[in-house]
């Protein structure tokens, strides 16, 4: 379920973009966010700072795209989502000392602070170069090649990423329960 309602608002965004056009998209996207959170909070989910960051800059480009019947505004929705995912993994970091990964994942997955580290940088390279080639399709492509890399190419490379992720955790997990008894 919760699988479902984190794509839920793409998801319809780019079937009300195929039935519709992209203002069409912007207004169910805007309405699909709000709905993704109000129903996180009724199933007492965990509402991220990925979640809070996604929803104010949803309804602020995707209000601006509205008003100003310019959809270069929710083309740009895209970069300022993935670089303020990358300056709060990188203030998580550098300010805390801490990886934002680590504080998230840390209860279910035990990895040394250097794998910690390397997984947030390799998260900051890669929101970054997402929201560099987003730009560039923005501004050099047709609003069809957008949508179609918005909704299948990030999705495709963050599932892909996140299975080279896994397999770096799985590479360097340890055993809580090994390690306490080490220790003893």
Same mark, same amino acid.
């Given at each position: 379920?919760?699988?479902?309602?984190?794509? #839920?608002?793409?998801?319809?965004?780019?079937?009300?973009?195929? @039935?519709?056009?992209?203002?069409?998209? !912007?207004?169910?996207?805007? #309405?699909?966010?709000?709905?993704?959170?109000?129903?996180? =909070?009724?199933? /007492? %989910?965990? *509402?991220?700072?990925?979640?809070?960051?996604?929803?104010?800059?949803?309804? *602020?480009?995707?209000?601006?795209?509205? #008003?100003?019947?310019?959809?270069?505004?929710? =083309?740009?929705?895209?970069?300022? @989502?993935? +670089?303020?995912? &990358?300056? #709060?993994?990188?203030?998580?970091?550098?300010? =805390?000392? /801490?990886?934002?990964?680590?504080?998230?994942?840390? %209860? %279910?997955?035990?990895?040394?602070?250097? &794998?910690?580290? /390397?997984?947030?940088?390799?998260?900051?390279?890669?929101?970054?170069?997402?929201? &560099?080639?987003?730009?560039? @399709?923005?501004?050099?492509?047709?609003?069809d090649a957008w949508v179609n890399? =918005?909704?299948?190419? !990030?999705?495709?490379?963050?599932? +892909?990423f996140t299975i080279f992720t896994?397999?770096?955790?799985?590479?360097?997990? !340890?055993?809580?329960?090994?390690? &306490?008894?080490? @220790?003893?």
């Amino acid at each position: 379920m919760l699988f479902v309602l984190e794509y #839920l608002p793409i998801a319809l965004f780019f079937v009300f973009y195929l @039935i519709g056009d992209i203002f069409l998209a !912007t207004g169910v996207l805007m #309405l699909g966010t709000v709905l993704q959170i109000i129903s996180l =909070k009724f199933m /007492r %989910e965990v *509402i991220t700072p990925r979640h809070w960051i996604i929803l104010c800059v949803v309804l *602020i480009f995707g209000a601006v795209t509205l #008003l100003l019947h310019d959809e270069w505004f929710i =083309k740009l929705k895209v970069t300022v @989502i993935y +670089v303020a995912i &990358a300056l #709060l993994l990188l203030i998580g970091l550098w300010w =805390k000392k /801490r990886s934002p990964l680590q504080q998230f994942l840390g %209860e %279910e997955i035990n990895l040394p602070d250097f &794998a910690w580290r /390397r997984l947030t940088y390799a998260w900051v390279i890669f929101t970054l170069a997402l929201a &560099a080639v987003n730009l560039y @399709i923005a501004e050099y492509w047709t609003l069809d090649a957008w949508v179609n890399f =918005k909704v299948f190419g !990030t999705l495709g490379a963050t599932l +892909v990423f996140t299975i080279f992720t896994g397999a770096y955790m799985f590479k360097h997990h !340890t055993d809580r329960e090994k390690d &306490a008894e080490e @220790i003893e």
